[in-house]
Nanobody
Framework: QVQLVESGGGLVQAGGSLRLSCAAS????????MGWYRQHSGKQRELVAA???????NYADSVKGRFTISRDNAKNTVYLQMNSLKPEDTAVYYC????????????????WGQGTQVTVSS
């Protein structure tokens, strides 16, 4: 199994910044995709940003130019730097990865973190 532990959420004023971190641990052979999703109250979970192990990134239009995703492959950790935060960024943010276990080579599964609340006040 893979455990994803997120940190860095909290309360911030509009225009401020937060940095989310997510560390993956377990019997990991490899991780390809790592990403951040968010879920607004009463809505479906949506992609915020994703990054491959080669460094290719993808962003939701609503966060382009404000958020930056990065990863440290040696630490199996992904980060989300969020700048110029807006009240509409308020949501629970979830870390996600697609990983291959040492005990299940060739099988790639999706894993989720427990979520961290980000609240942006106006």
């Amino acid at each position: 199994q893979v455990q994803l532990v997120e940190s860095g959420g909290g309360l911030v004023q509009a225009g401020g910044s937060l940095r989310l971190s997510c560390a993956a641990s377990g019997s990991i052979f490899s991780i390809n995709h790592m990403g951040w999703y968010r879920q607004h109250s009463g809505k479906q979970r949506e992609l915020v940003a994703a990054i491959t192990n080669g460094g290719n990134t993808n962003y939701a239009d609503s966060v382009k130019g404000r958020f930056t995703i990065s990863r440290d492959n040696a630490k199996n950790t992904v980060y989300l730097q969020m700048n110029s935060l807006k009240p509409e960024d308020t949501a629970v943010y979830y870390c996600n990865c697609i990983a291959e276990l040492t005990t299940a080579r060739g099988v790639h599964r999706v894993y989720w973190g427990q979520g961290t609340q980000v609240t942006v006040s106006s």
